[in-house]
């Protein structure tokens, strides 16, 4: 509800929203409410995120009509937000212009974690089309538009490049890995699918270390389940619970 809630005012505030342009569809920042208030104008692609929810939403359910009538328009109007927001980089490659990895480094073009968000939210789109066999010709333009975008780079060290340029340092230890999206809440990189890109994902893990606030661990947690490593989510739920959690289990 609160999705559908944000649609007219987010689309509002994306028009008056002078680095965007006249785009169609809509996006929300860090934060933002139903009355179409944004905050802190960081993470771009708020909205493409929320696809994922949409899409999850169905996956579960296999609720044909939800999907119909309810994220399937919202999925397209932002699909056709980013189609129209994306930037032409080097070698045609499509990234997200100005964008930022939470809370670390610079402001710059094509940063991992935008690049999967939009990367994911194309992918659930193409799949809700699939799933209620409708707009063909639209399903392809966004199936190209995906395999444009610039993906995920594996830097000098072995790690997951956070950003386009190799400047990561393996003697960081922040708390957010942002770059890692793709591996989780996202599907685009996987022992499976994308071997390489899975084990330069577990290259930035370690570096990063365990280390972090309760949520961070938390995050960390679901990566390593992501990338098969049950040993590693283990080792990291049993020191959660003993030195983030309390006896009240907050």
């Excluded at 493409?48 to 359910?61: I, K, P, T």
Aim: aromatic share 12%; charged share 30%.
């Amino acid at each position: 509800d609160m999705i559908e809630q944000l649609r007219v005012p987010s689309r509002k505030a994306t028009l008056a929203d002078k680095q965007f342009g006249n785009v169609r569809g809509w996006t929300v920042r860090t934060s933002h409410n139903i009355f179409g208030g944004h905050g802190w104008r960081w993470n771009k692609p708020g909205s493409a995120w929320y696809c994922q929810h949409l899409w999850e939403h169905y996956a579960f359910g296999r609720d044909k009509d939800y999907l119909k009538n309810r994220a399937y328009p919202i999925l397209k109007e932002i699909c056709e937000f980013w189609e129209d927001a994306l930037k032409e980089g080097p070698g045609g490659k499509l990234v997200v212009e100005k964008g930022w990895s939470p809370e670390h480094g610079p402001t710059e073009d094509g940063c991992s974690y935008d690049q999967e968000i939009v990367w994911d939210m194309f992918s659930n789109y193409i799949d809700a089309a699939d799933a209620l066999g409708v707009d063909k010709a639209y399903r392809d333009k966004v199936a190209k538009l995906r395999d444009r975008l610039l993906v995920p780079k594996i830097g000098k060290w072995g790690q997951l490049q956070e950003w386009v340029e190799d400047r990561d340092n393996p003697k960081n230890h922040h708390r957010h890995v942002s770059h890692l999206f793709g591996v989780h809440p996202g599907r685009q990189i996987s022992p499976v699918a994308t071997p390489k890109l899975a084990e330069a994902a577990k290259v930035s893990l370690n570096a990063r270390g365990d280390g972090g606030t309760g949520w961070s661990k938390a995050w960390k947690i679901n990566f390593w389940a992501r990338l098969l490593d049950g040993d590693h989510a283990y080792k990291m739920i049993s020191e959660q619970l003993k030195g983030n959690t309390l006896d009240n289990l907050w």
